[in-house]
């Protein structure tokens, strides 16, 4: 063996033990829980692990690596998503894949013959996945973290022992291995055939990469056009992820519908074939005219051939598998990029708004620093009348409502639905101001996409509009917030401050942020809704004997060290007054309790209760909900919890679909109903989707939740099921009165499911719901 090949053997090997050994020490790791790092660690030995299944050279070693890389993928999919898996799921799963794993290499050692090389490595695989099964079983209660490392990184060890020995393939035996595949191989004019098509594959191939480029160049300019620069340093990079997400569409239609489904009819078929072509192989030449039966069925086969051939070829070559793959599957994903805008926004399967995920990831771990720098550079400081607004007509002992609308920016009819109900509301005179919550733009902020989604959903409010942004705001280092909500110079500052921190690295500069304020400046005036009060993404807004705070939790549902003195300034100030908390994030919603989703954010939590703050609100999940939460102590506080979501993004499900006996808490109310939101979910699924429909009713989306399938059963049809509320101060009476609102008016009793803790004692169904806390 040369040295080249010796690298090229023992490279990837190394690489993988390696990422054994980090995977090992994953436990004592600062930052990310041990769950994603795992994850992310195995989800590139995933990646690996499918790639070297390419240059095995017998099918079932291919098969085999693939089957195994899917499975570890599969658990690095659920480690990174730890936090969406309800109770046990993950150690579930995770049994159920190394349970499967080893009866899979256990059926092949017995399968195999006594004289194959590979079965011994089969039976130590299957051991091997016992073993670990045991090691996580009986281990658990020591700390599932460190088990988990241990398990993780025996299985990546495990991966490179068989990527270590493994038999590599020839490309240039594709057409002798497909011809002896079918049984064929002493057919020398099939043998013939198949390498003439196999040559003529490599002629094509040069032609065929040319116009892959050509059209995936086509589709980044045409998603450049459609999402304009943004924030990187080239400003391209959200383009080009949904060009690379629409290449990944085109090799999942290619591999796993066509590829899979062309799979299993040749395997039911494969006897035809032989059959057929003996026939062919059999008739005269004469007899062999294109328009004879005989010739028919000979250039069918020869397709079919050819298929085989091109997919052999992309089996044994990385290279060739995307070429292949892209070739057979981009038209099918350049048509769906080129209707999606007439289908509506979808999460799934606009490329366009993948990028989100990305920007979320980057956003997460910039935020705090960010907020900051901004609040920071305003020069409010941390003190208790730090970032005060004051609202026309909002008094020390006057009476006032205002409006509180959450997560409303998709622009489309889910927003739009509600926009007279709105604008009945707010123009009231008692009402003075109108607060957003949570998600002012989808889907990543951007200063482009307010004029359809805030501007023109909003024409026509007459008071002024604050707003704390949502995880989605965050995705463009909430540039657009900014010049919409913040004074213009404030606004100026706040930026300069954040590109300062960022050192420059952006496609963001003074001249642009200047021009940013002059654009936002000029739709201000000629859509004339009121904005560009505040000096930070968080707000107080204080009377005789009310307070009402308003939490900017960004994307990991936490607060920086400045906020949360800010934040305990102003509640240690506001003793003795009606505090009303409103956060970027619910503590309650869907039923659970969501605290434990990041040890900061129950720290939030616990702080809000020490100072007995009564009332909670928060949007980010759309829909309305309401939890008691009563005390478990002496101290007697009861804590209000609303979820006000519901303003115009796709609708939550996850409330409606939990089962009674789980909510979390003794009284509690949502809308909408889980009768009605099914009824409209059965009227509008397709077929292909009741398969999804089935498991999010039945099993509640196990191992997930139904929430986080709540996308998938989005229409925006009628019966709509948005909602908003209106919150009456009404310090004349020391009480807060709050009054939802859907798109067809005021909410009744009868149109919401509550438990009778959570409704007046003699409330009727037809009367409007109104909830009354006292001062």
């Known amino acids: 063996m040369t040295a080249k090949l010796k690298v090229r053997k023992w490279l990837v090997p190394c690489i993988c033990f390696l990422i054994a050994l980090l995977a090992l020490l994953a436990p004592i790791w600062p930052g990310t829980s041990i769950d994603e790092q795992l994850g992310g660690l195995l ?47 993950l150690l579930i799963f995770i049994v159920i894949v190394f349970t499967v794993e080893a009866f899979r290499f256990l059926f092949k050692y017995f399968k195999e013959s006594k004289t194959s090389k590979g079965r011994w490595q089969d039976l130590a695989a299957g051991a091997g996945s016992i073993l670990l099964l045991l090691v996580l079983i009986v281990f658990k209660s020591n700390g599932l973290g460190w088990v988990l490392s241990l398990v993780i990184a025996l299985r990546i060890f495990g991966i490179a022992i068989s990527i270590l020995s493994a038999r590599m393939g020839v490309m240039g035996d594709v057409n002798v291995d497909v011809v002896y595949d079918m049984g064929l191989g002493e057919n020398r004019r099939i043998l013939a055939l198949a390498e003439s098509i196999e ?100 250039t069918w086969l020869t397709r079919r051939l050819r298929n085989t051939i091109r997919f052999r070829k992309a089996s044994y070559s990385l290279g060739t598998a995307i070429r292949t793959g892209l070739k057979i599957g981009l038209p099918w994903s350049a048509l769906l990029a080129a209707v999606m805008p007439v289908l509506g926004m ?52 006057a009476d006032f409502s205002f409006v509180v609308i959450g997560d409303p920016g998709e622009g489309d009819a889910s927003q739009l639905i509600l926009k007279d109900q709105i604008l009945s509301v707010t123009n009231q005179p008692d009402v003075k101001f109108v607060v957003i919550s949570s998600d002012v733009v989808y889907p990543s902020g951007a200063l482009k996409d307010y004029e359809k989604k805030f501007w023109m959903p909003f024409k026509g409010v007459t008071k002024p509009v604050y707003a704390i942004p949502g995880n989605h705001d965050w995705y463009d280092a909430l540039e657009g917030f900014t010049a919409t909500f913040f004074e213009p110079e404030a606004a100026q500052t706040a930026m300069e401050a ?60 936490e607060i920086d060290t400045l906020q949360a003195t800010w934040l305990r300034n102003v509640l240690e100030a506001s003793k003795g007054k009606f505090v009303m908390a409103l956060s970027g994030h619910p503590f309650y919603a869907i039923g659970e309790y969501q605290g434990k989703m990041n040890p900061a954010f129950e720290r939030l939590h616990q702080l809000l209760k020490s100072y007995k703050v009564p009332l ?55 809308y909408p ?50 909602s908003f509320m209106e919150i009456k101060v009404e310090q004349s009476k020391k009480r807060i009165m709050l009054i939802p609102y859907s798109n067809n008016g005021r909410l009744k009793w009868s149109d919401i499911t509550s438990t009778a803790g959570a409704r ?13 806390i006292n001062f």
């Open 43 to 89: 989800l590139w030995v995933a990646m690996i692990q499918i790639l070297h299944g390419f240059r095995c050279s017998l099918r079932t070693e291919r098969k085999s690596t693939w089957y195994s890389g899917g499975f570890s993928l599969l658990i690095a999919l659920f480690l990174i998503n730890a936090k969406m898996l309800l109770d046990n799921a």
């Open 199 to 298: 040559n003529d594959e490599e002629t094509k191939a040069p032609y065929d990469t040319k116009w892959i480029i050509v059209l995936l160049l086509m589709l980044f300019f045409i998603h450049l056009g459609r999402m304009g620069a943004d924030r990187s340093f080239l400003g391209i990079l959200s383009p080009l992820v949904a060009t690379i997400g629409d290449a990944v569409i085109a090799l999942v239609i290619a591999y796993v519908i066509i590829g899979s489904g062309r799979s299993v009819f040749k395997g039911v078929t494969a006897w035809a074939d032989k059959k057929l072509w003996l026939w062919v192989e059999r008739s005269p030449d004469e007899k062999r005219k294109w328009w004879s039966v005989t010739g028919v069925t000979e």
């Open 346 to 397: 979808s999460w799934y399967f606009d490329t366009e708004n993948w990028a989100s995920g990305m920007w979320d990831h980057w956003a997460a771990s910039r935020t705090n620093t960010w907020r900051m720098a901004i609040t920071s550079a305003s020069g409010e400081g941390t003190g208790a009348n730090a970032f005060q607004l004051h609202p026309e007509g909002v008094t020390d002992t």
């Open 498 to 557: 954040r590109l300062k921190k960022d050192l420059h690295i952006s496609s963001t500069n003074k001249n642009k942020i200047k021009s940013m304020i002059a654009s936002t400046a000029k739709l201000r005036q000629e859509y004339n809704v009121p904005t560009g009060f505040q000096k930070a993404p968080y707000f107080q807004i204080t009377t005789g004997n009310f307070v009402f705070i308003t939490i900017e939790t960004g994307v990991e549902r």
């Open 616 to 670: 909670v609100m928060a949007g980010d999940t759309h829909d309305l909900e309401y939890y008691i939460e009563t005390p478990k102590n002496s101290n007697e506080h009861v804590m209000h919890h609303f979820v006000n979501g519901g303003g115009g993004a796709y609708l939550s499900i996850g409330a409606a679909m939990a089962k009674p006996e789980t909510i979390v808490t003794k009284n509690y109310a949502f």
């Open 673 to 722: 109903s889980k009768a009605p939101l099914v009824k409209k979910i059965e009227e509008n699924t397709a077929w292909y989707k009741y398969p999804s429909w089935w498991w999010t009713k039945n099993l509640n989306g196990w191992p997930f939740s139904a929430e986080w399938l709540s996308a998938m059963f989005d229409y925006n049809v009628a019966p709509f099921f948005q």
């Open 760 to 772: 007046p004692v003699n409330a009727s169904p037809n009367d409007l719901i109104e909830w009354i």
